[in-house]
């Protein structure tokens, strides 16, 4: 672990997105401390400029903007790691049994990932969404349906190599089953590729998100970054700031995974190790 | 007889009043930007406001409203309604012909009005359902023959509600399918030319208009413009010269309306009164109880909603009808007040005495509210009343579906609790108002009636009674006598009357003489 955290160091900017995301991490942990009302309660006047009496000033409605902010890192974090979770699980179970036994079984499986993956995903997540009515299960549902066929791509990649390798064909002559072998040999050794795409996976599913909620197809009972933008988008001349300061947000969230992600690319890559 | 001497001297001191104005400058291009654009021009199938912005500059009706809403000559010159209210007598404006030359005659009006308008056009229907025949004993002489008595037909008959379309193009083909539809021929100020789909519809004048002089524009051109931002932008350009109906967003007029070129009327939509409610599924628990509605009605802050989300525009209502029938004398004013001091105080009362008292939590009881699915007013709206009947202990919850899912649910499976909406009272109470409150409305499908199911027989008898009510007095007693019924059982809540606002250049003249207005012929208006 030590040595880990002495590679992943050497990049500053991961350390920099690492220490960008524990903020949000905190925000959103310690957010309800402070805001423990609903985000949508009308506080004072509308239009408020910030760094009045409202540190971010207030909405159209009256509505107080950092505890929509706060409230936002929440929804945004929890969609973004949720949805991840979803997509990756699967991603890893169709494209290890694809990798791990070829033949028709990777034909089926690959044929049904590229029906996904022809879809442009942004437009499949609406129609999604809109099939199944706003709400915060149905956008995680959307997201994880369309961010699946890459991670099971890259993990059929991972397991037709290691398939061949010798460790592997050791425990097949063993009589290890496939299940074991799956679990116990081939996943462990491609954890870091899909560790890294996973990470990056949170930042586009909290764009997803933002685009959904944006566009009016997020959960109207709940608060996120997208919503703000949305709704702030028509008063853009006279009220910058209820789209700019969710706006800076979601960019330095989004900035900081991935930073993060890149880091951990470079300390989990044996190839990139001396670089 | 007499009332028709009075209507031609009237006709007569109207155009000797408009002789003095003679300022009027001939020519010039208008363009005006419509919302969203509209899918035909078949004005006489569709009252979809884009669809009669454009259409009603091409096709007339026997009317025209002034500002005062009372009737003028269009295209019938004089018109007289029988003593016992059976049969109304217009008499039609000589020298009249289509945009393709042919004569227009009684003829033309006997096939709109019964093959068109009382078959096809989604109001003409309950408009004209006590029109039984139509006779044209010459070719300028109109006779409605009536069932029953019927006074409101003469606040229907404007261009935009009624348009005279041509026999001799439509007999004997499918007037759902006639090609018209998008190439319209009327008897109108001005010509079709043509459609430039998403981008424009150019309409040229009319040089054999039987107004002699009129109209004063060369062209009008109305533009559809997707993107709000970008409306605006074109306003305060002077690209486009006027706009109504909100395509320029509210929140943007306060800015706009300071530029020097630049102004905002509310003028110009008073035959339409729409009217801001909240429809409330009245069959299912809890809104079955009256007291509940009324807590709800307490419970809402509607100048609140007018200052945020309206941005200024529209004003609190009382009730069923609006205040804009104030001068026909059919408005009551005296009625429950909702808008009291201590309404939230009141608002929790009434939930306790309905056997709603606040749990552990501080609710009372869960509610989904859908909001209509028109944008974002209504969402913000929806956000409002979430926070709004929250602190009463009314827990809500938003749902934001697509229209035809909403549509659904609110008139056909009746699967919700409360919704908003809004409707138009139009030029007559029987029109825009019976629909929502008469139990006979209470259609399974149908949109844009009773959909809260609302039953009261003695609303209907009162209904039934002022339909055919031809003294005033006595209809506008049934009339206060049913908003003070409906203003106690709220079956809807009665939230605001909505204000539109047409933005316009100041060089655009004369755009506000005719109480439709952009739902007018612009034939009088003219540019500086």
């Known amino acids: 672990m030590i040595a880990f955290w002495h590679l992943f160091r050497r990049n500053r900017a991961a350390v920099f997105g690492l220490a960008l995301l524990g903020l949000v991490l905190l925000l959103a942990a310690a957010g309800p401390l402070f805001y423990p009302e609903s985000a949508f309660k009308l506080v004072d006047k509308p239009f408020q400029a910030p760094f009045g009496h409202w540190l971010l000033g207030t909405d159209m409605l009256g509505r107080d903007v950092l505890a929509g902010l706060v409230h936002g890192a929440r929804t945004s974090l929890l969609i973004g790691l949720v949805a991840t979770f979803v997509a990756a699980t699967f991603g890893v179970v169709m494209g290890g049994l694809a990798g791990y036994y070829g033949g028709w079984i990777d034909d089926l499986l690959m044929r049904t990932t590229e029906l996904f993956q022809t879809i442009p995903s942004f437009i499949f997540a609406i129609v999604l969404v809109a099939v199944l009515s706003p709400s915060i299960e149905s956008v995680v549902i959307a997201i994880a349906v369309v961010s699946w066929p890459a991670m099971a791509r890259l993990v059929r990649g991972e397991f037709m190599a290691l398939r061949g390798r010798e460790f592997v064909q050791a425990s097949v002559a063993q009589g290890m089953s496939d299940a074991k072998i799956i679990l116990v040999q081939i996943l462990p050794n491609c954890l870091s590729p899909i560790i890294v795409t996973g990470s990056l996976m949170v930042a586009t599913a909290i764009l997803i998100e933002s685009g959904l909620s944006f566009l009016g197809l997020g959960d109207p009972n709940v608060m996120s970054w997208g919503f703000m933008i949305g709704a702030g988008r028509g008063v853009l001349r006279s009220a910058w700031w209820l789209c700019a300061i969710p706006g800076l947000a979601i960019l330095l969230t989004v900035l900081a995974i991935n930073l993060v992600g890149e880091g951990l690319n470079d300390a989990l890559n044996p190839r990139l190790r001396e670089r | ?528």
């Not at chain 2, 004993?137 to 008595?149: E, H, N």
């Not at chain 2, 004048?205 to 533009?223: C, E, F, H, M, S």
Request: no cysteine.
């Open chain 2, 1 to 528: 007889m007499k009332r028709l001497v009075r209507a031609a001297a009237g006709a007569l001191i109207l155009a000797m009043a408009a002789l003095p104005a003679a300022a009027q400058k001939k020519g010039g291009t208008l363009v005006m930007v419509v919302l969203p654009e509209p899918p035909t021009l078949a004005s006489y199938l569709s009252t979809s406001g884009p669809v009669g912005q454009v259409a009603a500059k091409v096709y007339e009706g026997l009317l025209e409203y002034g500002p005062d809403q009372k009737p003028k000559p269009g295209l019938a010159k004089s018109w007289e309604a029988a003593a016992d209210g059976r049969s109304i007598t217009f008499k039609l404006q000589d020298g009249v012909t289509w945009h393709d030359g042919k004569p227009f005659t009684s003829a033309d009006v006997k096939f709109t009005l019964m093959e068109v308008l009382k078959k096809l056009h989604p109001r003409g229907g309950t408009t004209f359902q006590a029109l039984a025949e139509v006779e044209t004993p010459d070719a300028s002489t109109v006779v409605m023959k009536l069932d029953k008595p019927a006074p409101y037909i003469l606040s229907a008959l404007s261009g935009y509600e009624s348009p005279m379309v041509p026999k001799h193009l439509f007999e004997g083909s499918d007037i759902r399918s006639n090609p018209n539809a998008n190439k319209p021929v009327g008897t109108g100020p001005f010509k079709f030319v043509s459609w430039e789909r998403g981008q424009y519809v150019r309409l040229d004048r009319n040089p054999t208009y039987w107004r002699k002089g009129q109209p004063y524009l060369d062209r009008i051109v109305a533009r559809f413009i997707a993107d709000p931002g970008t409306r605006t932008a074109a306003m305060e350009k002077g690209e486009v010269h006027y706009g109504a109906f909100g395509a320029v967003p509210y929140v943007d007029i306060p800015r706009i309306r300071t530029l020097p070129h630049i102004d905002v009327s509310t003028d110009g939509y008073g035959m339409i009164s729409s009217l801001m409610q909240l429809e409330i599924n009245t069959a299912k628990p809890p809104f079955d109880k009256v007291k509940v509605r009324q807590a709800v009605s307490y419970a809402l802050d509607r100048k609140f909603m007018i200052d945020n989300i309206w941005f200024g525009f529209g004003k609190p209502s009382t009730g069923p009808i609006s205040s804009n029938f104030q001068a026909a004398g059919l408005y009551e004013g005296k009625v429950r007040d909702y808008t009291v001091k201590d309404a939230v105080e009141i608002a929790n009362k009434l939930l306790d005495e309905a056997g709603y008292p606040r749990g552990a939590d501080g609710m009372r009881f869960k509610i989904v509210h859908d909001m209509l699915p028109y944008g974002d007013e209504w969402r913000r709206l929806g956000e409002y009343i979430k926070q709004a009947l929250g602190n009463v202990g009314i827990d809500v919850t938003l749902r934001y579906e697509d229209v035809p899912t909403w549509l659904k649910r609110i008139f056909t499976d009746y699967d919700y609790n409360i919704t908003s909406t809004f409707y138009y009272n139009l030029a007559d109470p029987v029109m825009g108002v019976h629909r929502q409150y008469h139990s006979s409305m209470i259609r399974k499908g149908t949109v844009f009636v009773n959909g809260s199911r609302y039953s009261n027989p003695a609303v209907d008898k009162l209904l039934d009674e002022a339909t055919v009510e031809t003294d005033p007095a006595k209809r506008a007693q049934q009339y206060s006598q049913f908003q003070k019924i409906l203003a106690e059982d709220v079956p809807l809540i009665f939230m605001t009357e909505m204000q539109f606002a047409t933005v316009f250049n100041k060089k655009v003249k004369g755009a506000f003489d005719d109480a439709l207005g952009v739902y007018s012929s612009f034939a009088g208006v003219w540019m500086e």
